[in-house]
């Protein structure tokens, strides 16, 4: 028979890509952690894992296994949140998944006056861009996620929060930012230092440079704002983000920020939610509260 801690222990494994790590994040031995995953493959007779010296990947039934684990997970804590809820009314659980600039800018005010307003509320943030994000809000594993909008996506409503737009950042000395404009003739011979592959950002990105003809054939990518910003102030290379993720460094100008050529590239950010789902009275809060965070962010 599969148990709950089986299931928690493989989900613990396939995110770390490790039995160390995994058995670290648990506080297990390594032993332990390789035992629950021995009979877990045994009650589903199958091999979930693929096992190599210094690391571990799915396999195809260990990628099922994964997706249908996760839904399994998030429905036994939405029983516990729901029994809670009635027998403690004022308490309950909310579950965020937002993007790391997310996490940084927005997150924090916002939480701080959701935590006046449901002092005995339990949070959860989860770290994620939008597709993950995404992923993890049609499993049922969020409530909230803070991403960019996607209008093919209709199996989730969105609450607009603002509009932003990219823009190149650049260090002062740039040439660019003494000429105080792009050369697009001069964009296919910059190195590009992006935001995670991953993110809808990159995927956007991914577009305009193909609408512009410009190759992206040297480009480091970093998944972490600031380390972005720093090889930037060093002039290691040139990147693209809005304004609101760099107002600090543009104030003290330690970077410049420059228009794109070829017209404005916007992202609308929503907080989303599964289709059909009513959102509690928490949750209508916190969503309200992020609006008010945002109202400057937006152009």
Same mark, same amino acid.
């Given at each position: 028979?599969?148990?709950? =801690?089986?299931?928690?222990?493989?989900?613990?494994?396939?995110?770390?890509?490790?039995?160390?790590?995994?058995?670290? =994040?648990?506080?297990?031995?390594?032993? &332990?952690?390789? =035992?629950?995953?021995?009979?877990?493959?045994? &009650?589903?007779?199958?091999?979930?894992?693929?096992?190599?010296?210094?690391?571990?990947?799915?396999?195809?039934?260990?990628?099922?296994?994964?997706?249908?684990? @996760?839904?399994?997970?998030?429905?036994?804590?939405?029983?516990?949140?729901?029994?809670?809820?009635?027998?403690?009314?004022?308490?309950?659980?909310?579950?965020?998944?937002?993007?790391?600039?997310?996490?940084?800018?927005?997150?924090?005010?916002?939480? @701080?006056?959701?935590?006046?307003?449901? +002092?005995?509320?339990?949070?959860?943030?989860?770290?994620?861009?939008?597709? /993950?994000?995404?992923?993890?809000?049609?499993?049922?594993?969020?409530?909230?996620?803070?991403?960019?909008?996607?209008?093919?996506q209709r199996k989730l409503s969105y609450e607009d929060l603002f509009t932003d737009e990219l823009a190149f950042l650049v260090s002062p000395l740039h +040439?660019?930012?003494?000429?105080?404009?792009?050369?697009?003739?001069?964009?296919?011979?910059?190195?590009?230092?992006?935001?995670?592959?991953?993110?809808?950002?990159?995927?956007? /990105?991914?577009?305009?440079?193909?609408?512009?003809?410009?190759?992206? =054939?040297?480009?480091?990518?970093?998944?972490?704002?600031?380390?972005?910003?720093?090889?930037?102030?060093?002039?290691?290379?040139?990147?693209?983000?809005?304004?609101?993720?760099?107002?600090?460094?543009?104030?003290?100008?330690?970077? &410049?920020?420059?228009?794109?050529?070829?017209?404005?590239?916007?992202?609308?950010?929503?907080?989303?939610?599964?289709?059909?789902?009513?959102?509690?009275?928490?949750?209508?809060?916190?969503?309200?509260?992020?609006?008010?965070?945002?109202?400057?962010?937006?152009?």
């Amino acid at each position: 028979m599969i148990d709950v =801690h089986q299931l928690k222990v493989f989900l613990a494994v396939a995110q770390n890509l490790g039995f160390t790590r995994a058995a670290e =994040h648990l506080g297990m031995t390594q032993s &332990a952690v390789s =035992h629950q995953i021995a009979r877990l493959e045994s &009650a589903v007779g199958a091999s979930l894992l693929v096992r190599q010296p210094r690391s571990v990947s799915l396999t195809d039934a260990g990628l099922v296994m994964a997706q249908h684990a @996760r839904r399994v997970i998030a429905a036994l804590d939405e029983a516990q949140a729901a029994v809670r809820q009635v027998v403690k009314p004022n308490q309950g659980r909310l579950r965020i998944g937002a993007s790391t600039s997310a996490c940084q800018y927005i997150i924090p005010e916002a939480l @701080r006056e959701f935590r006046e307003c449901f +002092p005995d509320y339990t949070l959860s943030i989860t770290p994620g861009d939008t597709p /993950l994000v995404t992923e993890l809000l049609l499993e049922g594993s969020l409530d909230l996620g803070v991403v960019i909008k996607s209008e093919r996506q209709r199996k989730l409503s969105y609450e607009d929060l603002f509009t932003d737009e990219l823009a190149f950042l650049v260090s002062p000395l740039h +040439p660019w930012a003494q000429a105080g404009r792009v050369d697009r003739n001069q964009m296919a011979s910059q190195r590009m230092v992006l935001y995670s592959r991953g993110s809808t950002t990159f995927q956007m /990105l991914e577009r305009y440079f193909a609408r512009m003809r410009v190759p992206l =054939h040297d480009w480091i990518e970093l998944g972490e704002m600031g380390a972005i910003k720093e090889l930037v102030k060093l002039g290691l290379g040139v990147s693209v983000m809005a304004e609101w993720t760099a107002r600090a460094e543009i104030a003290e100008r330690s970077l &410049a920020m420059l228009p794109m050529p070829g017209g404005p590239l916007k992202r609308k950010w929503s907080i989303a939610t599964l289709r059909g789902r009513p959102k509690s009275v928490a949750e209508q809060t916190f969503i309200g509260l992020c609006r008010s965070v945002t109202a400057a962010l937006g152009r």
